[in-house]
């Protein structure tokens, strides 16, 4: 299944273009010199059903798995394209598009559709056990007289499962994925509003006067800096010695762990910035924050470019991305406010003066004498700046309310689907998370 899922996915991909520079023949050329060629050597535009027919492997697929490779295609795609986009507009390095998909290097892997419980359906069968059933129907009759087949993929959960669009299927990792659409919160009013300061000394203020600081990840930088030392000298014996530095077990040793750590230290970041922002969701309703490509500007020079202070400042990135979706799914508006002055103004008198600032960590207005904890009163000023926009209507409430019928249908097929009884179990059970 998930050779015919790569196949299929890689018939997609091989539709996709790039740019060829410099290639002598100007009449195919456009203005910059460049010509569109396919980015394989072959292009394959077969529907679905061809496909079945030309490749037999893909004959007996489901059609829930052989279309989702469409969509991801395109997904993946197109991500990378406004990825490239946004590292090339901040002078980054833009990074590579995604290739064709490898049987030796890629994981084995393949998405089925859920569709309101028509396949890829869940069964709990156990306090932290279920059973996910995907379906399908052979080209041509057994010699019994049936078609029709089904895979059972046993699994063990951590969190419960949502009500869920698909479920991703990873073989190499032992993991089935479920993607689930956020769900709406309840939220209990509490009346309060809080604004939210990311400071340069790597604390979050709220106006209420909490710091929170991000978790120290200095280990996990210490760590893949060593392996990266150690790659590095492997690759300078391996140039010594004339071998490729590729083929060393080694040098791949390192680079393994060098990911790994990276991972570890990704997971305790997003782990951070989740609790943080579903507490401060919870607590409040009304959440001002900065404009971060505002504030990005106006900060631009101030962070130390060592590993650390980078995976701290992607953490704080994330933050605020999670805050406004946690938001959004509690129906309490999150506003983003210009972030100009927040640091210099008084929060008591609306003074504006750099020397108020006395300090990293102390704010005195020299016009009135209001004494305050720096990032606590740019935090205050944030608030205010998020208020007056509610209040003034420069930011009115996104209804997200679209897709309610949809979701019905979805909740009814998984109540069909919950009513079945489960199968025999198969094999060592994958560990299942949401996405
Ligand atoms: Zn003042």
Redesign the pocket.
């Known amino acids: 299944m998930a050779d015919g899922w790569r196949t299929r996915f890689n018939q997609h991909r091989s539709r996709r273009h790039k740019y060829v520079y410099g290639h002598g023949d100007q009449a195919c050329c456009d203005p910059l010199g460049r010509v569109l060629v396919p980015i394989g050597s072959r292009v394959s535009d077969l529907s679905d059903k061809d496909a079945r027919e030309r490749y037999p492997h893909l004959a007996a697929m489901p059609a829930y798995v052989l279309q989702s490779t469409e969509r991801i295609e395109k997904q993946e795609w197109f991500a990378a394209a406004k990825r490239r986009a946004t590292n090339h507009g901040k002078g980054r390095k833009p990074g590579r598009m995604p290739r064709f998909q490898s049987r030796k290097h890629g994981d084995s892997r393949f998405v089925c559709w859920f569709n309101g419980g028509r396949n890829a359906t869940y069964q709990q069968t156990g306090r932290r056990a279920g059973l996910v059933i995907i379906r399908g129907q052979n080209p041509s009759a057994a010699p019994d007289g049936t078609r029709r087949w089904s895979l059972q993929i046993r699994v063990r959960h951590t969190q419960q499962v949502r009500e869920y669009t698909s479920v991703a299927v990873n073989l190499t990792r032992r993991e089935v994925a479920f993607t689930s659409p956020v769900a709406a919160r309840d939220h209990q009013r509490s009346g309060r509003s809080v604004g939210i300061d990311v400071g340069v000394a790597n604390t979050v203020a709220t106006s209420a006067g909490s710091m929170h600081s991000l978790p120290d990840l200095s280990n996990h930088a210490a760590d893949v800096v060593r392996h990266q030392k150690r790659m590095a000298k492997s690759r300078v014996v391996a140039r010594r010695e004339g071998r490729d530095f590729h083929t060393s077990a080694r040098y791949r040793a390192h680079r393994e762990a060098a990911a790994k750590a990276a991972a570890a230290a990704a997971n305790v970041r997003i782990d951070w910035a989740h609790k943080l922002a579903t507490a401060l969701v919870n607590e409040h309703d009304l959440i001002g924050l900065e404009d971060l490509r505002l504030s990005n500007l106006t900060r631009k020079g101030k962070n130390k470019r060592s590993l650390n202070r980078l995976m701290l400042n992607a953490g704080l990135g994330r933050l605020r991305s999670f805050v406004e979706y946690k938001g959004a799914a509690a129906g309490i508006p999150v506003v983003a406010v210009n972030p100009r002055n927040t640091s210099r103004r ?6 504006v003066a750099a020397e ?1 600032r006395e300090s990293q960590a102390i704010f005195r ?6 004494r305050a904890h720096a990032d606590t009163n740019a935090a205050g000023n944030i608030l205010d700046a998020a208020r007056e926009a509610v209040a003034s209507g420069a930011w009115t409430t996104a209804s997200s309310t679209g897709s309610a019928a949809k979701t019905k249908q979805a909740q009814a097929g998984r109540a069909r689907a919950m009513n079945r009884k489960p199968a025999a179990p198969w094999g060592r059970p994958l560990t299942a998370h949401q996405r």
């Open positions: 008084c929060r008591a008198c609306r003074h108020n207005c020299k016009a009135c004498g209001h």
